[in-house]
């Protein structure tokens, strides 16, 4: 089962915050975050492996909510180089494979 | 670190042929690789796991005799879409994964256009 993301898209000023949800129907061992351009792979932007983690780097951080099979990702004062399209990817507990979520279409104007 | 190329970037083929897709893990030993198909607007759908030595492990809905994985080495794995057809037309992300890292690593993707 597809992992789920809301909002599906979100429209931006630069230096809007925007929050992406990513809700699992599986139990989860480890959420991967990653952004794609148009046209291109998706890059990696973090991994969250624990109940509870939270990370982050620049303006984006990731929480792991292990019990409610959830993650949000959080873009603060949003850059215009943050649009794009924002994946999930859900590792469940008994098998080894990423399962894309749904996506969520972020577009930052100046 | 952690680079995974794809070749050919691009690929336009015939209705019928067969068209294969290398990934490599440039530098890192791939113990496990994946193949993704992604269709314009759509997100990224596993077609298959592979791991080195082994037979790939296909997805639901995913015709194993039509899509032909190898994984031959640590670093080498091939994906051949036989007999292609216009419907086969998408865009192919593979990925792979370390022994000692939860990450995975895409490649830049090979976009397939079947006329």
């Known amino acids: 089962q597809q992992p789920v993301q809301s909002p599906q898209a979100v429209i931006l000023r630069e230096g809007e915050d925007a929050v992406i949800n990513c809700s699992s129907s599986?139990?989860?061992?480890?959420v991967h975050w990653y952004r794609q351009k148009h046209g291109e792979a998706p890059v990696f932007l973090m991994i969250?492996?624990?109940?509870?983690e939270q990370k982050g780097h620049d303006k984006i951080s990731a929480s792991f909510n292990e019990k409610k099979q959830q993650s949000s990702l959080y873009l603060t004062a949003s850059q215009l180089s943050y649009s794009g399209t924002y994946f999930c990817g859900t590792e469940a507990v008994e098998t080894d494979k990423l399962i894309f979520g749904t996506g969520t279409r972020l577009q930052v104007f100046p | 670190g952690a680079v995974v190329s794809q070749h050919p970037s691009w690929v336009i083929c015939k209705s019928g042929t067969s068209v294969k897709i290398e990934c490599r893990s440039l530098?890192?030993?791939?113990?496990?690789m994946f193949w993704y198909r992604q269709f314009p607007k759509q997100s990224l759908m596993l077609m298959a796991t592979s791991n080195e030595g082994s037979k790939a492990t296909y997805e639901q809905g995913v015709e194993k005799d039509k899509f032909l994985i190898n994984h031959a080495s640590l670093t080498l794995s091939t994906l051949t879409v036989t007999s292609a057809h216009p419907e086969d037309s998408s865009f192919y992300i593979c990925?792979?994964?370390?022994?000692?890292?939860?990450?995975?690593?895409f490649g830049p993707g090979t976009r397939l256009t079947v006329t």
């Open positions: 599986k139990a989860l061992y480890s």
């Open positions: 969250l492996l624990k109940g509870g």
């Open positions: 530098d890192f030993q791939a113990t496990t």
């Open positions: 990925s792979a994964r370390g022994t000692e890292a939860y990450e995975q690593y």
